[in-house]
């Protein structure tokens, strides 16, 4: 997903600062070089400065376009991210709604061959015995639970050696 993002965010980027301009000066040329070229010309006469006036005038508005368009792009990102954050921000309500009516229920912890396991039997699977040494701290075989019981790694064995941050994810 981060791969992805990072893709549409550098077309986004480039879309915004050049793909805009680009199309600017390509509108801006048509006059001139464009198929109505004749028309133009015969109306402007062969005046360099009146070319040149039209050109400049017409380029700061269609800058002035660009720029204004490429901020529409830009915020029609961030309201789809907020779109995202108020989603977010309202299931979190419903379930603390859910939790202060007491309508939420435990799931259940489920063990091998998909069975029910008791909270005494998960407790059973989390003894261990503690072996103090003073360069690293050993977890073998442990279960990672979370504080109601749920089992979400039924074995694990890693090592953290002293200075050395470990997250379990």
Same mark, same amino acid.
């Given at each position: 997903?981060?791969? %992805?993002?990072?893709?549409?965010?550098?077309?986004?980027?480039?879309?915004?600062?050049?793909?805009?301009?680009?199309?600017?000066?390509?509108?801006?040329?048509?006059?001139?070089?464009?198929? #109505? %070229?004749?028309?133009?010309? %015969?109306?402007?006469?062969?005046?360099?400065?009146?070319?040149?006036?039209?050109?400049?005038?017409?380029?700061?508005?269609?800058?002035?376009?660009?720029?204004?368009?490429?901020?529409?792009?830009?915020?029609?990102?961030?309201?789809? +991210?907020?779109?995202?954050?108020?989603?977010?921000?309202?299931?979190?309500?419903?379930?603390?709604?859910?939790?202060?009516? #007491?309508?939420?229920?435990?799931? +259940?912890?489920? #063990?091998?061959?998909?069975?029910?396991?008791?909270?005494? +039997?998960?407790?059973?699977?989390?003894?261990?015995?503690?072996?103090?040494?003073?360069?690293?701290?050993?977890?073998?075989?442990? !279960?990672?639970?979370? !504080?109601?019981?749920?089992?979400?790694?039924?074995?694990?064995?890693?090592?953290?050696?002293?200075?050395?941050?470990?997250?379990?994810?």
């Amino acid at each position: 997903i981060m791969h %992805k993002k990072l893709f549409m965010g550098v077309f986004d980027s480039m879309l915004v600062k050049y793909g805009a301009v680009m199309v600017g000066y390509s509108v801006l040329g048509l006059p001139v070089f464009g198929p #109505g %070229k004749e028309e133009y010309l %015969k109306r402007v006469g062969s005046d360099g400065s009146a070319i040149t006036r039209d050109y400049i005038r017409n380029s700061s508005l269609l800058i002035n376009l660009a720029k204004a368009i490429g901020r529409l792009v830009i915020s029609y990102k961030e309201v789809q +991210q907020l779109a995202g954050f108020t989603t977010l921000v309202y299931e979190m309500k419903e379930v603390l709604k859910d939790l202060e009516t #007491g309508k939420y229920t435990r799931t +259940q912890i489920i #063990g091998k061959d998909n069975k029910e396991l008791k909270l005494d +039997q998960v407790n059973e699977m989390m003894r261990g015995t503690l072996i103090e040494t003073e360069d690293f701290i050993r977890f073998t075989r442990v !279960p990672v639970a979370s !504080p109601n019981g749920d089992v979400f790694v039924k074995e694990v064995s890693f090592e953290v050696r002293r200075g050395v941050n470990t997250v379990v994810t």
